[in-house]
């Protein structure tokens, strides 16, 4: 085979090794371009579209937490059935990685110079949204002990001063 190879470069098996060595090399490059794991088109442009609603996330942080909260008051001694409603003082915060590189200039100085890249953001990091209320409703709250345990566990759990807190007997 290799002799009707090197026929077509004039009997020079220098030659035609070079030249097949070269095109398999081309090859190769071209092939190393394609992505061959790539998610089907439906699925890659729903995750180019993805956006994250913040009143929507804050919701959902409220709402999970409102409901541990009354998992674990319900278990304070004497508390009975506990609602929780809290106030969100602020939504989620989303911070948005840069794209960017900050270099030193010679006169000690900082530049920072935009790179290329995608389009798409990229999440760096969520802050949850800020408590800055807490309203309890149970069987006990008419009980001063019970009372000073929930004062106590929201405070902990939250960070909030009891002046934040109100506790009610339903």
Known sequence: ????????????????????????????????????????????EKSIDVTLDVQSLT???????????????????NAGNVDVMLTIGSTAQIEYACNEDTNQRADGGEYSKQLAGSENPIIAKVNSPKVCGALVVCDGGGDPKVKEDIYKAVGAVLGLPTSSVCVCTR
């Open 59 to 77: 919701k959902e942080y409220k709402n999970e937490l409102e409901r541990q909260l009354e998992e674990i008051l319900s278990g304070v001694r």
């Open 1 to 44: 085979m290799m002799e009707k190879i090197a026929l077509l470069f004039g009997g020079d098996k220098k030659m035609a090794v070079m030249v097949l060595v070269a095109t398999a090399g081309v090859i190769l490059i071209a092939l190393s371009s394609f992505d061959f794991h790539k998610k089907p088109q439906e699925q890659a």
